[in-house]
């Protein structure tokens, strides 16, 4: 008889999970391998100490995470590269306004409906501060570099509209709470692995905590393994060169500054000189725009300067690099500096960067904007706010601003080609600029009909891109269209008039 339960593999299996079992055979190092890169030795068993044969990955971030967190946090607080970075990271993916919703139905009335409500929602849907959408997606970015996720709880009102979003942050979560049973660094789960609900600690010292229901919490992370629970922070893996890059700086200057300090001697090869004895508090004050001589005998040396050396900036580069990469920022964009890049290359970094950026806006949209979407949709209809009957379907589309093209006048031409092509549509190159397509064609319109009160020719736009399919498009305003593009009206020609020859 075939068992068709789901079995959660690793983490809680009914009881707390323990330390994973090791095999007998995990300490023979001297086991032959069929992979070389599997095998032991003593030449690389210094390297591989830390790797653990049976690790369940909860078990490794339960002994980790907290650390990584802080860790992380501390580096981005101090570090201004890792500062900058993170607000860059925050600015390509939320932009300016964050991003715009596009409902696709049959219903023209019911997409500007929810339209409108999703627009005037996420102008102060957050709930303490009273924090726009995209001023909580920036800070989800930077909790992503170093926490690794973003915790948040729906705070239902009375209304709709009082509907909101309560950032707690991950690190809140109750560690501790690990020995009641079935939870996991905070987060209570079922046979399956589930989360039932999330444990939320008060403060720090208290022990209490209260128990929230998974079905009002939005928990965002990477997750890289199966059965994960918990999110990895993104600087992670960057922790390990951020501090030797602090060591190395630390040891530059430190060199630098002992050469400045001593990089003038006195000395003689006269064999009578008197020999000068030197405590070693004493000091030589040098005062700055004088001239100074030296003793019969004596000469000054300067010692000429070794550090920063002259691998300084590749040591530098090669280390920043690496804390980029978990991000898949280039170096360009992390330094903020392109001054070693042409516009081919930075061209291609910024294709690989937008890539990344595209696949973690299409990760909020899963994550968060779509279950609030749902959310308020609902909500709408139990307080009378939404009366009209929605499609069996709901199809949507989350349309994200776009960074800036490094050449505008080609991506306005691709903007334009993709319109004349039909491989996208107006409202959404409007929103991947960062604007509000019904915003932007409301005021088009209005700009026209002003412009055709005035008698001033209207804005014809892209599509159609002749004059032709204009005029096809637009026969009851010819006078409008003549004007546009210049035509002067003909007198009409009488075909059995005879015409004398020139």
């Known amino acids: 008889m075939l068992n068709n339960d789901p079995i959660f593999v690793g983490g809680w299996s009914g009881s707390s999970p323990g330390v994973p079992a090791i095999p007998d055979h995990a300490s023979d190092r001297t086991t032959e391998r069929r992979w070389e890169s599997a095998e032991t030795s003593r030449l690389n068993s210094a390297h591989w100490q830390s790797v653990q044969v049976t690790s369940d990955i909860n078990d490794d971030l339960e002994e980790d995470l907290q650390t990584l967190q802080r860790r992380s946090r501390y580096e981005a607080q101090n570090n201004s590269l890792i500062e900058g970075a993170i607000e860059t990271h925050a600015t390509d993916i939320g932009g300016d306004n964050g991003p715009s919703l596009q409902v696709r139905t049959a219903d023209p009335k019911f997409n ?62 109750d560690f501790t709470s690990r020995m009641r049973g079935n939870v996991v660094m905070g987060i209570e789960v079922n046979k399956t692995g589930q989360p039932i609900a999330y444990h939320i600690k008060e403060d720090e010292y208290s022990g209490r905590y209260k128990s929230v229901a998974s079905s009002l919490i939005h928990h965002g992370f990477r997750r890289r393994f199966a059965g994960q629970l918990r999110g990895i922070p993104i600087l992670a893996g960057g922790l390990q060169p951020i501090a030797d890059l602090r060591d190395y700086e630390t040891q530059v200057m430190d060199a630098a500054r002992s050469a400045a300090d001593g990089a003038t001697w006195l000395v003689t090869d006269h064999p009578d000189a008197k020999f000068v004895p030197l405590k070693p508090t004493d000091t030589w004050v040098n005062l700055r725009r004088t001239a100074r001589a030296a003793a019969p005998g004596w000469k ?203």
């Open 112 to 173: 500007e409906t929810i339209e409108t409500l999703w627009a005037d929602w996420c102008q102060k849907c957050e709930y303490q501060h009273g924090l726009a959408m995209v001023d909580l997606i920036h800070g989800w970015v930077g909790q992503l570099w170093y926490t690794g996720e973003f915790l948040c709880q729906d705070i239902i009102g009375n209304y709709a509209m009082d509907y909101r979003l309560l950032d707690i942050g991950a690190d809140r979560l």
């Open 300 to 502: 000054p040396i300067s010692v000429a300067a070794t550090q920063p050396a002259a691998t300084h900036r590749n040591f530098k580069e090669d280390k920043e690099r690496d804390i980029g990469l978990p991000a898949e920022m280039p170096l360009m964009i992390l330094r903020h500096d392109s001054s070693k890049h042409n516009l081919s290359s930075a061209r291609y970094d910024g294709v690989r960067y937008s890539r990344s950026i595209t696949r973690i806006q299409s990760w909020f949209n899963r994550r968060i904007l779509d279950g609030a979407l749902n959310r308020l949709i609902a909500l709408s209809r139990l307080d009378g706010t939404l009366r009209i009957d929605s499609p069996s379907h709901l199809n949507i589309r989350w349309s994200w601003p776009k960074p800036p093209s490094n050449d505008p006048f080609k991506e306005a031409m691709a903007s334009r080609i993709r319109l004349e092509n039909g491989t996208t549509s107006l409202s959404e190159e409007i929103a991947s600029t960062g604007g509000r397509p019904d915003q932007v064609l409301d005021q088009r319109q209005r700009d026209n009909e002003t412009l055709a009160d005035m008698g001033l020719p209207v804005i014809l736009g892209a599509v159609p891109s002749s004059v032709e399919d204009h005029l096809l498009l637009l026969n009851d305003n010819q006078d409008t269209i003549d004007a546009a593009i210049g035509n002067q009206p003909q007198e009409e020609v009488d075909d059995d008039a005879t015409q004398e020859p020139i």
